[in-house]
């Protein structure tokens, strides 16, 4: 089978190539570096040229109101393409409860992409995932200084990239869901746990205080950012991603 992967070459993208090239099936990464532009449509038509299946893990280049923009063009211009293209499925990696949150530009930016996919005249799937462990560390740098880290006790159920990649790798080379998919990881923890978790195990001994206005997630409220009970949770547990990559 042949895959365009557009955001090919980021952090979740370039896993997913090799993932779907070591299971045997042709995985082109799209990207500004191989010649892709999603805000003008330039190289999408020969990117998608012959693919069964287009994966779509591309991001916006910022978290603020333009995010809406970003994905109201790429997303046209992707789903365009795919149809001229003959694509028989349309597969984007989402974020668990992102409906939710609509005090947040980016969560309502990528419910924007969801529901053009949606309208879009192609099969497609949603492939819904919670935080990355990669992702925490950048978390806590917003809201911490050299004396000590502040943090909501909003609760989160974060998950390894490799998870994700597998997820993603697993919906793309089946049928399509025509429907969404929650995946998430083994454990729910308040975000302000989770940071001292991280810290010890960086030996930093910072404290971190809990304050429900710090932050972006300080917008979240209640268990949205945690996958219901239908989700498929995968195996990599955070302490234990933590000892590895240490």
């Known amino acids: 089978m042949k895959l365009t992967v557009i ?5 979740i993208g370039s896993q997913v190539v090799r993932e779907l090239a070591a299971a045997g099936h042709e995985a082109v990464p799209a990207a500004p570096s191989t010649g892709v532009d999603l805000l003008t449509g330039e190289g999408l038509d020969q990117a998608l040229t012959g693919a069964e299946t287009v994966v779509n893990v591309a991001n916006s280049p ?8 970003f994905f109201r063009t790429a ?3 992707l789903l365009a393409a795919g149809e001229r293209a003959g694509v028989r499925h349309q597969v984007i990696l989402s974020i668990v409860g992102v409906d939710q949150v609509p005090q947040l530009d980016y969560y309502r930016a990528k419910t924007l992409q969801e529901e053009l996919l949606r309208q879009g005249p192609t099969p497609y799937s949603i492939v819904r995932a919670t935080q990355f462990f990669e992702f925490v560390d950048a978390v806590l740098s917003w809201t911490s200084d050299e004396s000590a880290v502040r943090l909501p006790a909003t609760r989160v159920q974060p998950m390894a990239a490799a998870d994700v990649v597998d997820a993603v790798v697993d919906v793309a080379t089946g049928e399509p869901l025509n429907a969404v998919r929650d995946v ?16 010890a ?5 910072r404290p971190v ?3 429900d206005t710090a932050g972006m997630f300080a917008a979240v409220t209640g268990d949205v950012l945690t996958a219901g009970p239908g989700a498929h949770l995968a195996r990599t547990h955070y302490r234990d991603w933590l000892r590895d990559t240490r």
């Open 7 to 11: 955001g090919g070459t980021g952090l």
């Open 62 to 69: 910022t978290f603020d109101a333009a995010s809406l923009d």
């Open 75 to 77: 997303t046209g211009n």
């Open 209 to 211: 205080h809990t304050d």
């Open 201 to 205: 195990a960086r030996h930093d001994g």
């Open 184 to 199: 998430a990881g083994p454990e729910v923890f308040p975000l302000d746990e989770l940071g001292r978790i991280t810290l």
